[in-house]
């Protein structure tokens, strides 16, 4: 069971926007970076957001990442179908359980 | 180009082992940690363990749900970092990627099934 809380999904038409959520604690996202994946259908992960907001190279800016105290958000503008994809927020966390957490996942779906 | 490339994923009985490998070109693999992540079937992700470098003492970490069964090791080398599993649990059963420090370089993945 993931410390950290998404949304199961989130949708919007072709050309708007969604934001995703991660709900964290002290323990990992309140003293820690966090990055967002993005998982397209069949494929692996993709980093798509670290350090809380920065993009690596080849990365849109259609995609955004913010953070404030122990929750993070994922923004995605100008929605394509090729988003759709489930998304996943991960931060290092300080609990003696262990040591990396991902979100539980949200399916963004382009209507 | 930079690139992970998983292998030694197949089907084992509940208590079995398996090793998989993780092979690394493109990049100083030596100075980098290296991530083992999986995925079963329709489920999130869930981060195994690491291994840090060689100036990093080759320090693990794991887990808590895997602590004590895998062993995550590395051949610098030959460029490749292992994951040593024992006492495998049908609960093991996901595919398997191995990750670049930082996590932002994946393999493709090797799919583990463990059924009798």
């Known amino acids: 069971q993931s410390v950290l809380t998404q949304p199961p999904s989130v949708s919007a038409a072709p050309g708007q926007k969604v934001t995703i959520s991660c709900s964290g604690s002290s323990s990992n996202i309140g003293n820690n970076y966090v990055s967002w994946y993005q998982q397209l259908p069949g494929t692996a992960p993709k980093l798509l957001i670290y350090e809380n907001g920065k993009r690596p190279s080849g990365i849109p800016d259609r995609f955004s990442g913010s953070k404030s105290g122990t929750s993070a958000t994922l923004g995605i503008t100008g929605l394509q179908t090729g988003d759709e994809a489930d998304y996943y927020c991960g931060t290092w966390d300080s609990s003696l359980s262990t040591f990396y957490v991902f979100g539980t996942g949200t399916k963004v779906t382009v209507l | ?116």
Request: hydrophobic share 35%; aromatic share 10%.
């Open chain 2, 1 to 116: 180009e930079v690139q992970l490339v998983e292998s030694g994923g197949g089907l084992v009985q509940p208590g079995g082992s398996l090793k998989l490998s993780c092979a690394a070109s493109g990049f100083t693999f030596s100075g980098s940690a290296m991530h083992w992540v999986r995925q079963a079937s329709g489920k999130g992700l869930e981060w195994v363990g690491r291994i840090r470098s060689k100036a990093n003492s080759y320090a693990t970490a794991y887990a808590a749900s895997v602590k004590g069964r895998f062993t995550i090791s590395r051949d610098d080398s030959k460029n490749t970092a292992y994951l040593q599993m024992n006492s495998l649990e049908t609960e093991d059963t996901a595919v398997y990627y191995c990750a670049r420090e930082g996590l932002d370089v994946w393999g493709q993945g090797t799919t583990v099934t463990v059924s009798s």
